[in-house]
């Protein structure tokens, strides 16, 4: 009998972004990372169906937020 390991976002990527306090890895929160292994199996499904979004929003901020060209 094989038992399935549950749903996990972790690509092994473990960076918090200090800006949006996320993971620039998976996408999830602290909180959510620390809650993990105690969460059901559809609140895991419904975190990591916002997921890609949180990601892209966030690396849309930081990318704004870098200065390009010359500094006077």
Not at 18 to 31: F, N, R
Request: net charge positive; with cysteine; charged share 20%.
């Amino acid at each position: 009998m094989s038992a399935t390991l549950p749903a996990t976002p972790c690509v092994r990527i473990c960076v918090v972004d200090p800006v949006s306090a996320l993971c620039m890895g998976c996408g999830c929160t602290i909180a959510e990372v620390a809650a993990w292994p105690t969460m059901s199996e559809a609140d895991r499904v419904a975190v990591m169906g916002g997921l890609e979004a949180r990601l892209r929003e966030a690396r849309s901020r930081a990318g704004r937020g870098r200065r390009t060209g010359m500094q006077r």
